[in-house]
């Protein structure tokens, strides 16, 4: 890899219904600055970052008293936008990564190609819609936007569990230890891991 160079990006995003600053690091320590109106969101962020080892920093302000869908959302955007820009021209990654993580009964899988090509595959079924306040089908949301401006294929798989807490927790680490598999530096990489000679 590129000798001394810091894989990091920020955004400022600033619409009608949300206000966000969003900084990401690829080669970080685990740390998170999280501060949404979205306690479960924040929760989640705060697990992939940390199993990830990467930095997040998000300020977010949104019209979370209409619902907390466009904060959600707009994150997911900031995320996969700070990701796509850190990444920069992708000399040297492992590209692909394939990670099952665990949480007690619950069993994820979460499958990345940083391909430049935006595809999202989800398999999952929640025993609930609700966990707390957070509606459960803004994973889907967040994990879709974010893989359409980070432009890679994810799939993400929920293979079983009961406690739809222990489920969304188990995708959010394996998304962590997925994408920091993936955007690693393999030193038997040369150059862009594709044979069209870019990604
Ligand atoms: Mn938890």
């Known amino acids: 890899m590129a000798e001394n160079v810091t894989r990091a990006a920020d955004v400022a995003r600033k619409t009608n219904e949300t206000d966000i600053k969003l900084a990401f690091g690829i080669d ?49 955007i900031c995320l996969g936008q700070t990701i796509r820009e850190a990444l920069g021209d992708k000399r040297g990654i492992k590209r692909y990564a394939s990670v099952f993580v665990p949480m007690d009964e619950a069993l994820a899988q979460v499958v990345i190609d940083i391909s430049n090509r935006p595809h999202f595959e989800y398999r999952a079924q929640y025993p609930s819609q609700q966990v707390g306040s957070f509606q459960v089908e803004l994973v889907h949301e967040f994990l879709w936007k974010l893989a359409l401006e980070a432009r890679m294929t994810l799939h993400v798989i929920v293979h079983y569990g009961t406690n739809t807490h222990h489920m969304i927790e188990a995708v959010f680490k394996a998304l962590g230890r997925a994408l920091d598999e993936a955007t690693s530096i393999d030193p038997r990489v040369q150059g862009v891991p594709s044979t069209k000679g870019v990604l």
């Open 28 to 76: 970080g320590s685990g740390v998170s600055k999280l501060e949404t109106d979205v306690p479960f969101l924040n929760h989640m962020l705060d697990l992939f970052t940390k199993h990830g080892q990467f930095d997040l920093e998000v300020e977010a302000v949104g019209d979370v008293d209409i619902d907390d869908h466009h904060t959600v959302e707009d994150i997911g």
